[in-house]
């Protein structure tokens, strides 16, 4: 599972179960199962999607029952078409019912944003420009929707704000300009590449003059682009952005811009309909 070295998966496993446990933990599955009855069931798409967290699911029933036996049958990144089993599963009913919606939860929305993304990428197929997802992320999770958006076919842009220089439009007007703010940023010597966002064209000679090592077209349209692609004339990478939809990105990608960022498919993912169903027969 390639999830970033400083995510930590137990203490990620442990909140979510807490939140969800409460004090009391599970007083429905108490009253109503033997304490060591077994639950053998399965994990299945209900619809047709690209899979992200499978391990990150498995981690919540082995954190309710050690002994818990998990046959994975579907890697994060693979597609499953509708009726797909996921995983097989046996072990203490209690425990599996208490991990059910955590378990659940995640991966139906991790699997949401690979999804989404999927349908992103493949829209751009052939083109030769990037997909890139944004930091428009649900707060606390945005480890593990990158980690998703990866597993969809998109490449991370910048994790947090030390691990990259973005000069936005507000950056832009406080400092009084294109030119002026790359300068700053140049001359604070952080050892990143400086990028800066435009939104017109006659932004783009100053932006470049003063330095920038890679430009954001944002909110430009195709034929906008175009003219971008022509005067910068390869001398930098350039990223279009905003407001970019399914209907829309292949034509943007078309312009020859060497990426695109949309931030709806980490903001905006629908979560996919994954069901944890109960089987007769041992896995």
Known sequence: MALPDNFDLDEFVQRVLAEDLGRGGDVTSKATIAEHARLNAAMNARQGLVVAGIEIAAAFFRAMDANVEIEIL???????????MLTRLSGNARAMLAAERPALNTLQHLSGVATLTREYADAIAGTGTILIDTRK???????????????????????????????????????????????????????????????????????????????????????????????????????????????????????GVDFISVGRITQSAPAVDIGLDYTFERP
């Open 74 to 84: 579907v890697a994060d990144g693979q597609r499953a078409e509708h009726g797909t």
């Open 137 to 255: 992320t649900v707060p606390g999770l945005r480890v593990l929707e990158k980690y998703a958006s990866r597993m969809g076919g998109a490449q991370n842009h910048r994790m947090r704000l030390d691990d990259g220089v973005l000069i936005k439009d507000n950056h832009v007007a406080v400092c009084g300009g294109v030119a002026e703010a790359v300068r700053r940023a140049k001359a604070a010597n952080t050892g990143l590449p400086v990028q800066v966002e435009v939104d017109r064209i006659d932004q783009i000679e100053p932006a470049l003059s003063a330095g920038a090592d890679r430009l954001l077209l944002d909110n430009m349209d195709p034929a906008q682009l175009r003219e971008a692609v022509r005067v910068v004339a390869k001398r930098v990478p350039l990223e279009a952005s905003g407001g970019v939809t399914l209907e829309t990105i292949r034509f943007l990608a078309e312009t």
